[in-house]
């Protein structure tokens, strides 16, 4: 056999680069099967391409290069989406919480690994400060809960900002030491550079901001001159002896208010750091683990043991000694130290000047175990925060009891109706005329997507004669319509593109009937479009005239009246019963079921509505049962990370195609908090799969137990 081994490590840029972007590409396919989060699994493919582990790329420039980039991204996507306002409105707390947070796990540290673990004292300082900062890599979670404005957030958000400016600040004075400076000298310098550099920043680079923005408004020129902005700040962070990502982090401060989050800019900016930078950053970081020294003895787990302990620990107990100090209920405190516990970059970024600090010639202060602890422990805090920080905010949201307010419903309605096949054209239509408010006398939008391909301009024509026959009917109606063909290469983003170029409020759609076609559930693209859109998506089969329905039966999961989107479908539904004059039927829990009596009886007293007590999901079978040919069965679902999501949810589909085959239904995804639609985090899933791997290996098992028993009975 010939020796593949010659040809590996890569060296060659192009190809580097080319599997650099297939580990990009699928990582997130495969960490979505097994429901780990991409984080981790960029990092585990940098250690199984890298020296120490299959040895397939060589760490090149390249690496060096993005790592660094994708570093100050971090950072400066850190610094860009920060709530300011709220940063100002606690300045006084979020200065004690920020002392608390980087002082506290500092000396747990500092201490232990001295006693305990035999540390040298540099080592053990570096290894303090490292404990001592924190990334906001769980930050996105409380976006999607709408908590940006919180306390909790707000101490957070400010306390990472003086944390990692201390730590970078004691790394600057040891790295000082080590090269010969720490005097008197050297001090005043220091604090001479800091001030310039702090004056550059807040008296230079707004007024240059304002200037730019308002003389040129091309996109790419904007673009270029935000990352010139902050690899300015980080080379002078550099210039004065602190690192490059603390400068980042400045910039995106100082960049916040010019740049919004929802615009243009704010969305290249993001997609190009999320796609490329930041990937390139976690890969090159797992390179660097070294998988030898793993297995060379139990002193690296001893290590990884202590590190994530103090790591989180001492986060912890300064996060609920500042929830004590300033009398936060204890949910607030959870929402703290999920916020503050991950490490990532500043923890990289202070192991690697400690991997440059000789302490004997050719002997450096960070070796090989301190190098793969530091690294190892990344990953298991910010797991640690990510699943933190997720149960702490809905439990927040929660104790709040925030529930909606039933005075009014929302005036920004806009429906979008994307069609497809003739057959469900009118029918979606015929709903969205019954669930549109008439007062508002706002038209409908329908919307043809066509495939990018040779039989477009056929196609082209079939969507134009489609929408125009709609376009009659709802003349019909006395309802407006714009009307679309767009091309795009892909349903889903075609979709989302017109939604927000037309400013929808919710989208009305087919679902999915043509098995020939693809035999999921969900179809092509229904699955991305609900992920990937934080805007109410009802999705309806109808087996028979809308107008013959007798009856509407909803289920209702538990907290649903906790959702952002709740009142939303509860008025388009009722709406749908009242113009239908049928009977509507809410199975949900006993105080939703009383929310929703008393939001009927203020608005809607007409509409004949009753009320039995669902008290689990798992119910659903039952309720088939009692299903006629002129009923129609509404499931109100929820995204995956929401409040009244549940894992009973994957089994919708199977569950519909088994005791609802035949029978007129609806799947109404609400409203979301969060902009899922254009942003994109990597503490985010950017991929979703209908079936996990452990279902699929779980559903083998059980078919081949099934195989064996039979076997075994002829035997």
């Keep these: 056999m010939p020796d593949v081994t010659q040809y590996f490590p890569i060296s060659n840029p192009t190809l580097i680069f080319f599997v650099v972007l297939c580990i990009i590409l699928f990582a997130p396919i495969i960490m979505g099967k097994l429901r780990i989060p991409h984080i981790v699994g960029m990092v585990l493919a940098g250690v199984i391409v890298g020296e120490y582990g299959l040895n397939i790329l060589e760490r090149d420039d390249s690496f060096e290069l993005f790592g660094k980039v994708g570093m100050y991204y971090i950072m400066f996507l850190a610094g860009l989406e920060m709530d300011m306002e709220s940063m100002r409105k606690s300045k006084n707390h979020f200065i004690i919480f920020g002392l608390l947070t980087a002082l506290v796990p500092f000396v747990i540290t500092y201490f232990i690994a001295l006693w305990l673990m035999g540390y040298t004292h540099p080592a053990a300082f570096l290894l303090g400060c490292i404990m001592a900062s924190n990334t906001l890599v769980a930050y996105p979670i409380v976006c999607r809960y709408g908590l940006q404005q919180h306390p909790a957030s707000a101490l957070s958000v400010g306390s990472t900002m003086i944390a990692l400016t201390i730590s970078l600040t004691a790394i600057a004075a040891l790295a000082a030491k080590f090269t010969g400076g720490g005097g008197v000298g050297f001090w005043l310098v220091f604090i001479m550079k800091i001030t310039v550099f702090c004056l550059v920043l807040i008296l230079l680079i707004p007024r240059a901001t304002r200037w730019f923005l308002h003389r040129y408004s091309d996109a790419v020129m904007q673009f270029i001159f935000v990352l010139a902005v902050m690899f300015l700040s980080a080379a002078m962070a550099e210039l004065a002896n602190l690192e490059g990502i603390l400068g980042a982090f400045l910039s995106g401060l100082i960049l916040n208010r010019y740049i919004p989050s929802l615009s243009p800019l704010m969305n290249r900016i993001e997609f190009i750091g999320n796609a490329l930078f930041i990937p390139y950053f976690l890969i090159g970081v797992g390179m660097l683990i070294n998988m030898h020294v793993l297995f060379q003895g139990g002193s690296i787990v001893w290590v990884v043991l202590f590190m994530v302990f103090v790591g989180t620990f001492g986060k912890a107990l300064a996060a609920y000694l500042a929830c ?358 990597f503490a985010e899933p950017q991929h979703q799969e209908e079936k996990s791997a452990y279902q699929g290996m779980m559903e083998w098992f059980r078919k081949w137990k099934r195989k064996w028993k039979k076997i075994s009975k002829h035997i």
């Excluded at 109410?536 to 906790?562: D, G, M, W």
């Excluded at 239908?580 to 809410?586: G, H, K, N, V």
């Excluded at 999901?617 to 679902?637: K, R």
């Design 324 to 681: 004590l100090q300033f009398r936060l209920p204890l949910s607030s405190g959870h929402l703290m130290c999920g916020l503050t516990t991950a490490h990532a970059a500043g923890a990289i970024a202070m192991v690697m000047v400690g991997m440059r600090l000789e302490t004997a010639p050719g002997v450096f202060l960070v070796n090989d175990e301190m190098l793969n602890g530091v690294v190892i422990m990344i990953l298991f805090t910010c797991i640690i925060s990510s699943v933190i920080t997720e149960r702490a905010s809905k439990h927040i949201v929660l104790s709040d009891s925030a529930r909606p307010n039933t005075s009014k419903s929302q005036d920004d309605e806009k429906i979008l109706i994307p069609v497809k096949y003739p057959e469900l054209a009118e029918g979606l239509l015929n709903v969205a005329v019954m669930m549109r408010n008439a007062k508002l006398n706002r038209g409908l939008v329908a919307l043809n997507i066509v495939y990018d391909d040779h039989n477009r301009q056929e196609n082209q024509e079939r969507g134009r004669q489609l929408l125009d026959n709609l376009v009659k009917i709802a003349s019909g109606y006395d309802v407006r319509m714009q009307t679309q063909v767009r091309i795009a290469a892909n349903i889903a983003n075609g979709i989302k593109h017109a939604f927000k170029e037309y400013d929808a409020s919710e989208i009305i759609m087919g679902l999915h009937i043509h098995k020939e076609i693809s035999p999921k559930f969900w179809g092509e693209f229904a699955q991305s479009l609900y992920n990937g859109l934080n805007r109410q998506i009802i999705f309806v089969r109808l087996k028979q005239p809308l107008n013959t329905l007798r009856c509407i039966k909803v289920a209702v999961p538990s907290r649903a009246e906790f959702e952002a989107g709740f009142i939303r479908w509860l008025e388009r539904l009722l709406r749908l019963a009242g113009n239908l004059d049928c009977r509507i039927l809410f199975y949900a829990r006993h105080d939703c079921n009383e929310l929703i009596a008393d939001y009927v009886r203020a608005l809607h007293p007409s509409v004949r509505s009753e009320y039995e007590t669902m008290e689990h999901w798992n119910e659903l079978p039952h309720l088939a049962s009692h299903m006629n040919d002129d009923h129609l069965m509404v499931f109100v679902t929820s995204r995956k990370g929401n409040i009244s999501y549940k894992t009973a949810f994957e089994k919708l589909p199977k569950e519909i195609e088994h005791f609802y085959a035949g029978k007129s239904l609806m799947i109404v995804f609400p409203d979301q908090l969060g902009d899922r639609m254009d942003a994109m985090t």
